[in-house]
């Protein structure tokens, strides 16, 4: 251990004898508290006399003596500074160093010789019993005397060290460091404390602290004074003072709370935590005022409750906002005490993050006047009591009583109910709250301001409020339940007189009146059964519902689906949903849509589950919107099977192409077949027969072609396959016709095959007997025209006509008994359609058809 000057300064001042050194010319240079209080001198009135002026003109009156020569010189005696002389021993010693030199005055006062007997043998008593070891060692390293306390400590008896070489005791190890340090004593310098391994007597060796100095004789150095301690118990206590201190510096470090010491706000020392809770590093934060870094506005609370610490009062929990690193204010609940750090006073601070709590009882705050809100705004009169005595009372209660809310508060909860009733309303609620059983429902007798009496229904039930039991008393006023029950009543009552004059209306009044009360019993009922089934839907449905305010803040999530995402309702309310599903561009942008005012329907995908969405706004009582909603349906399931379905429409749809490619292949096989038979025969009618089956054969293949080429195998776009159609008549006839021109006019619409296939034949017939027949004589040029259209009506149109030579005057088509005529009004027929021909000017036959 290391002394400092003002160590050796108070030990100085501390001593219990009088301690006076000199110079050379016995100028008092130094005199510590007990020589001050000795002489009834001040410090600086002490350093201005010499040490021979502190003697007393009076004779010694005590011969010197043997064992005082030893150690004091003869008595004598001093005056104080009033005058008053008092006998004393002193011992002087006289000390150097290279330059000066000095006299020290260990002085005693005393009476009479017995005194200094008792004296020299109480020091001897005190010598022998002191727990340190205090020895002489000769210039030769001898040791020449002891106390007793060396047996207590090592074991060896005084007579068993004495006249032994100190390093006969010491380990070797320490055997160099040992004779040096003698060696420098005999030098005449005096070493710091240290310590040698010394050895007991039971053979082992123990850690011993030794303090020395050169001990002279006439201004010479004749050997060393020491003193021994045993440390073992020493080192103990520091090694475990250096265990529990690690201990504890680990339990600071990872406490969950930030630590900062501090003195006079400069801050000494902080924990890691500070890195999670105000994102410093400790190293960032050391020797900075702690001022700096709690906002502005709570400085002077900080201030204040430092000086308050500081005058030694009790400063109770308090709040300040301390500022991160990077710039935000969290609020902090500060515990502080007055500790030593280093020898100093310090303040030591314990800082608790009470931020989330502190967001939690705002919300708990708003969710309060929620529902206080709601409370309100009920008819019904509700009231809070303990034991008897009014707590709270809504909005309803002030209305119908006709009071103050002061005039509520404090009152009995019988007080606003007639006589006799009280009895029974103390005699329920005692009831339910003994057998902890639903109370029955009461009708009494509510009394207002203005001694108005209404007939109210109260049910009871017990809450816990603020850590107590409270009654819960909910009254509504039955009033005109009531007057219509008596209305019944009296209806009823007079029956029997009015029985004969009004029975019929009587009993139709009645009935109705039952009907309407069971209506509304059932109206009643099914409003519960339909709150209960959207509860029940909400809970074990696949739905999530989850409401915001305008700030985005989560005030609602509820649902089933919350399951199957993995989502706690506990953890997200309070939560900004921008920073929840951040990531979820589809819901950000819906809330925002829905915040703006406007209803949105859309897909999202939380957590690899499809939700249907349905965003609405919320308005509040002025119209404004104050937040949206949002119910999710969960489609995953559905999604999946629709993706099934589409896989399975694909499977079929390939095979759908497959029969429609095969059904042309054998078409076309059948009209290759018509083809080469054709090649066989000369009749001319066999032939044309042939060239007309063959044309029919062909329009039902190209419609097969089309499905079989179209990626919408349920319809084909007909006006494509009208205008191949004709083009193949028209080509099967070149031969007969140089001059032909086809006029198509025709819109782009899809039909399904059904009509295809019937449409394509009477195009066919249509076409061919054109080409056949209507152009025995060249015009310039012969004309085909087709259209195909769909009116204002959504009827399809289709219209064939040609400039040839028209019907010959008188004929009845519809008499016509020719395949093609039956053809047509057959496939006409099939296609729930009516058709006309008629005869064009200047030329020409015209053929209309609308289905």
Not at 80 to 96: A, I, M
Not at 493 to 516: A, S
Request: hydrophobic share 35%; aromatic share 8%; with cysteine.
């Amino acid at each position: 251990m290391n002394f400092n000057l003002d160590c050796y300064k108070q030990i100085f001042n501390n001593l219990n004898e009088a301690i006076i050194i000199t110079d050379n010319s016995d100028n008092i240079i130094e005199a510590n508290n007990k020589a001050l209080e000795l002489y009834a001198y001040s410090y600086e009135e002490f350093k201005k006399i010499k040490f021979k002026d502190l003697e007393a003109d009076v004779s010694n009156n005590i011969e010197n003596l043997d064992i005082v020569k030893k150690k004091f010189e003869p008595i004598i005696y001093h005056k104080d500074k009033n005058n008053n002389n008092f006998s004393l021993l002193y011992s002087k010693s006289e000390v150097s160093d290279n330059d000066n030199s000095w006299i020290i005055y260990n002085i005693k006062k005393t009476d009479d010789y017995l005194e200094i007997s008792n004296y020299l043998e109480k020091y001897k008593i005190i010598f022998d019993n002191l727990r340190d070891v205090i020895y002489t060692i000769s210039e030769e390293g001898i040791i020449t005397s002891i106390n007793s306390a060396i047996e207590k400590i090592t074991g060896w008896h005084v007579n068993e060290t004495k006249g032994k070489h100190f390093t006969s005791f010491i380990h070797p190890s320490d055997l160099n460091c040992a004779i040096e340090i003698h060696y420098l004593i005999q030098k005449g310098i005096t070493p710091d404390v240290f310590e040698l391994n010394f050895l007991f007597k039971d053979g082992d060796y123990h850690s011993i602290e030794f303090t020395t100095v050169p001990m002279k004789k006439n201004n010479k150095i004749i050997g060393t004074l020491g003193v021994a301690r045993d440390i073992n118990e020493k080192k103990k206590i520091e090694n475990q003072l250096k265990e529990n201190e690690l201990k504890y510096r680990e339990l600071v470090k990872n406490l969950p709370n930030v630590v900062i010491v501090h003195t006079n706000g400069i801050i000494n020392f902080v924990n890691d935590t500070i890195f999670d809770v105000l994102e410093y590093l400790p190293e960032e934060i050391i020797d900075k005022n702690i001022y700096d870094i709690i906002e502005h506005q709570d400085i002077v609370v900080a201030k204040e409750n430092a000086l308050k610490r500081l005058s030694g009062q009790l400063v109770e929990p308090y709040e300040l906002k301390f500022i991160t690193k990077n710039g935000s204010i969290k609020t902090m609940e500060v515990r502080a005490s007055i500790i030593k750090f280093k020898d100093e006073l310090a303040t030591s601070c314990v800082l608790t993050d009470i931020s989330e709590r502190t967001e939690y009882e705002i919300n708990l705050k708003e969710k309060e006047l929620q529902y206080r809100s709601i409370l309100d705004s009920m008819p019904d009169i509700i009231f809070l009591d303990v034991d008897g005595k009014i707590i709270y009372a809504n909005a309803a209660a002030i209305d119908v009583i006709g009071v103050t809310l002061d005039n509520i508060i404090g009152k009995n909860l019988s007080d606003f109910f007639e006589d006799p009733e009280k009895v029974n309303l103390k005699k329920n609620i005692l009831k339910k709250k003994i057998t902890k059983k639903q109370a029955e429902i009461q009708e009494l007798i509510l009394k207002t301001d203005t001694e108005e009496f209404k007939d109210v229904q109260i049910r009871n039930s017990f809450i816990r409020f603020n850590k107590s039991e409270a009654n819960l008393t909910v009254v509504t006023d039955i009033t005109h339940k009531k007057r219509i029950e008596k209305e019944v009543m009296k209806i009823y009552d007079n029956l029997d007189f009015r029985v004969n004059e009004r029975t019929k209306d009587m009993l139709i009044m009645v009935i109705e009146l039952e009907n309407e009360i069971k209506r509304r019993i059932e109206v009643e009922s099914a409003l519960r059964a339909s709150e209960h089934r959207l509860k029940k839907v909400l809970e074990t449905g696949p739905l999530l519902m989850y409401a915001v305010d305008n700030s985005g803040t989560i005030q609602l999530l509820e649902g089933n689906s919350l399951k199957t995402i993995g989502l706690n309702s506990a953890d997200y309310l309070g939560k900004n949903i921008f920073d929840v599903f951040r990531k979820n561009k589809e819901i950000t942008n819906s809330v925002k849509r829905g915040l703006s005012g406007k209803d949105v329907h859309t897909i999202v995908d939380i957590e690899k589950v499809i939700y249907e969405s349905w965003y609405c706004p919320m308005y509040d009582n002025n119209g404004k919107i104050s937040g949206t909603t949002c119910v999710s349906l969960d489609i995953t399931e559905r999604i999946e099977s629709e993706e099934k379905i589409i896989d399975s429409l694909k499977e079929k749809e390939v095979l759908l192409k497959e029969i429609h490619h095969r059904v042309k292949n054998n078409l076309q096989i059948i009209h290759s077949l018509l083809n080469l038979q054709s090649n066989c025969i000369d009749d001319e009618n066999t032939l044309s027969l042939l060239m007309n089956a063959k044309n029919r054969v062909r329009s039902m293949v190209l419609i097969h072609e089309k499905l079989y080429q179209s990626k919408n195998l349920a319809s084909i776009k007909f006006n494509e396959y009208i205008n191949e159609l004709a083009h193949d008549l028209v080509n099967s006839y070149t031969s007969n016709l140089d001059n032909l021109k086809l006029n198509l006019e025709l819109e782009p619409i899809e039909i399904d095959i059904d009509m295809a296939i019937p449409c394509g034949l009477i195009i066919n017939e249509l076409v061919t007997n054109s080409l056949k027949y209507a152009f025995p004589i060249k015009t310039n040029p012969n004309t085909i025209s087709i259209k195909f259209f769909k009116d204002e009506k959504n009827k399809l149109n289709l219209s064939i006509a040609d400039n040839g030579i028209g019907l010959p005057k008188g004929i009845n088509v519809e008499k016509v008994n020719t395949l093609g005529m039956q053809l047509i009004t057959s496939l006409s027929n099939q296609l729930n359609g009516n058709y006309k021909f008629k005869n064009i000017k200047p030329s020409g036959t015209e053929f209309n058809l609308k289905f």
